[in-house]
C-alpha cells in the first residue's frame, strides 16, 4: 500500500481525491476521476491529464482499474479506487433502440393480413421488410397460404448474397417446418416473437396499418389478381414516393430534392395519392 509517514498523513489517497488524481498515479485511474477534482500538474511538474478522456474505458469497473494500476507498479486499494470513480448516469448498456438500430441492417420482419373482397371471400397478402430503411421488399397475395407457398415468397424476397441475419415473425401456425427448413438453408435465424406480444413485430404492423389506411380501407378489391396490381402499384409509391418520418422525411428509396422547374402533380392508385414533382 502507498507508505503514509509521521508527517504526510494527510495526504493519504483514500482521503484525499486531489492525491489520487495527482501525479502519482497514472491516466488510468485519472480517467474515472471527475475533471474537477484533477490537479492541473503533480508534483514533478509533468503535464495534466486530458479531462476527455474520462470517457475512454465506460466499461471498466474498480477491478479492472485496480488491476491495470498493480500492472503499472502502483500499488492503491481497490476501495479507494472505486471510492473515487465517475458515478455513471446512463445504464451499464446500450439501450434498445441502440441496440435495434445498429442491427437494423440485419434485421426483416413479415406477416400475413387479411382483406376481403366484393363478394366476400377473404385474401391473404404477405409482407416482408427491411428494418433499416423501411423498405417493403415483398407482397403478394394468395386465398390459401401454406408453409410451402410462404417459404417460396421468402427465396423471391431475398437473393442469396443479400438475405437478413434474422426474419421476425409472430406464431402463426402457417409457418410451417417448411419455412424454418427454408430459413435454414438461406442462413437466415429464425426469431418468432413472444406468444400475445405483436408489439415485439412492431415494423410489419406498422406498415400493414399503412396500407390499410392509405390504400385497401379505400378501395373495393374485386379479387385476386386485382388485388395484386393494387399492392404492387403501393409498393411502388411506399418505396420510392412516399415519406417517413423515421427515415428524416426521406422515402426508403432515396429520394432527391428538386429546385429547378414548375411543381406538377401525378396521380397515384387512381388519385387515392398524387406524387408532386418538378419538371
Known amino acids: 500500500m502507498v507508505s503514509i509517514g509521521p508527517e504526510d498523513h494527510h495526504d493519504h489517497p483514500a482521503r484525499d481525491p486531489r492525491a489520487l488524481a495527482s501525479g502519482r498515479l497514472p491516466s488510468v485511474l485519472a480517467l474515472e476521476i471527475p475533471p474537477s477534482w484533477r490537479s492541473t500538474a503533480n508534483r514533478r511538474g509533468s503535464a495534466r491529464a486530458d479531462p476527455a478522456d474520462s470517457i475512454d474505458n465506460p466499461l471498466w469497473g474498480a477491478p479492472r482499474i485496480h488491476g491495470e494500476l498493480l500492472k503499472l507498479g502502483l500499488e492503491v486499494a481497490q476501495s479507494s479506487v472505486a471510492k473515487y470513480m465517475v458515478k455513471r448516469c446512463g445504464p451499464p448498456s446500450q439501450g434498445w433502440y441502440t441496440f435495434l438500430r445498429n442491427h437494423a441492417p440485419d434485421i426483416a420482419a413479415m406477416d ?12 391473404y397478402a404477405l409482407v416482408i421488410v427491411r428494418l433499416v430503411h423501411r423498405d417493403l421488399v415483398w407482397i403478394n397475395v394468395t386465398t390459401h397460404p401454406t408453409a410451402d407457398w410462404i417459404a417460396r415468397q421468402i427465396t423471391e424476397a431475398f437473393p442469396w448474397a443479400e438475405a437478413p441475419r434474422y426474419l421476425i415473425r409472430d406464431r402463426d401456425c402457417v409457418y410451417g417446418a417448411a419455412v424454418t427448413r427454408r430459413l435454414r438453408t438461406m442462413g437466415i435465424r429464425d426469431k418468432p416473437i413472444t406468444p400475445g406480444s405483436p408489439w415485439q413485430n412492431g415494423f410489419a404492423e406498422r406498415l ?4 390499410r389506411r392509405e390504400c385497401v380501407d379505400h378501395l373495393v378489391v374485386l ?6 396490381r393494387i399492392l404492387t402499384k403501393y409498393t411502388a409509391y411506399y418505396n420510392e414516393l412516399r415519406t417517413h418520418r423515421s427515415l428524416n422525411k426521406d422515402a426508403p428509396i432515396h429520394r432527391t430534392i428538386q ?13 387515392l395519392h398524387h406524387h408532386y414533382c418538378r419538371i
Do not use: M, Y
Open 208 to 211: 400493414i396499418g399503412s396500407i
Open 223 to 228: 379479387g385476386e389478381a386485382h388485388l395484386r
Open 259 to 271: 429546385h429547378v422547374g414548375c411543381i406538377v402533380s401525378a396521380p397515384v392508385l387512381g388519385g
Open 112 to 123: 400475413l393480413f387479411v382483406v376481403p373482397t366484393i363478394g366476400f371471400d377473404l385474401l
